[in-house]
């Protein structure tokens, strides 16, 4: 072997190495970026849609319900007492003050009952599917991966769905963090990144985590 050669060989080691190291030590922020990108957009489109089909009154309620003294409460009641839009809604920021209070078994629960409740819409019952995997992934030890694979399965055999590329994102998490199978997670990014419509927020996430698992399975 030459001398060139020599060298190539360890300046690669050197690379996977720091690649592994840069992954181990940020790995989970980076989730964490993902997770809060995905729950910025479905947030986003959420609240348009409700503007467009809820009425003067249920919005009141929903605002108010912001201004008691204990607003998580509040909510609380409002998403068991309301019904569809409304109810989705107010469970949807349920879920967001306990994200924020770090109280995942709450935000589960929250995320839950929307998954459950009869009169909410499939669009609202599947972003609140995606987001309470999201969390379990991280935060609920009993939720194994298999079990997380098949809630999702769904989401995923359904491509008109408007939650399909969240879906497959969730997926891969799933395959990398809970399996360590980085060749199948890698599998559910590349179909990602053969889609033409990712807004450009999230392409840069996808690539981001593509590139990662990429030199996370070369460092193998």
Same mark, same amino acid.
């Given at each position: ?7 190539? /060989? ?19 922020? =980076? ?24 009425? /003067? ?6 605002? /108010? ?15 068991? /007492? ?16 306990? =994200? ?36 379990? =992934? ?52 590349? =179909? ?29």
């Amino acid at each position: 072997m030459s001398g060139p050669d020599i060298l190539r /060989e360890v300046e690669e080691s050197i690379r996977a190495e720091k690649a592994a190291q840069f992954w181990k030590k940020n790995g989970h922020t =980076i989730l964490a970026i993902v997770f809060l990108a995905i729950l910025g957009t479905a947030a986003q489109s959420f609240w348009v849609s409700y503007k467009k089909n809820q009425s /003067e009154a249920a919005t009141s309620q929903f605002l /108010e319900a912001f201004d008691n003294k204990s607003p998580l409460s509040a909510l609380q009641k409002l998403g068991q /007492e309301e019904k569809g839009s409304a109810s989705a809604l107010a469970g949807l920021s349920t879920a967001a003050m306990a =994200i924020e209070k770090k109280d995942w078994p709450a935000a589960i629960s929250a995320y839950k009952n929307i998954t459950t409740n009869k009169s909410v819409d499939k669009i609202y019952k599947d972003l609140a599917l995606i987001q309470m995997i999201s969390i379990q =992934i991280d935060h609920d030890t009993k939720a194994n991966a298999d079990d997380l694979l098949n809630a999702i399965s769904p989401l995923l055999s359904d491509k008109k769905s408007p939650w399909y590329a969240n879906a497959v994102f969730i997926s891969s998490l799933i395959k990398s963090s809970k399996k360590n199978d980085l060749k199948a997670a890698q599998a559910d990014l590349d =179909i990602l990144l053969s889609m033409n419509n990712l807004p450009a927020g999230f392409l840069e996430q996808v690539n981001a985590l593509s590139e990662m698992n990429k030199l996370k399975m070369g460092s193998k």
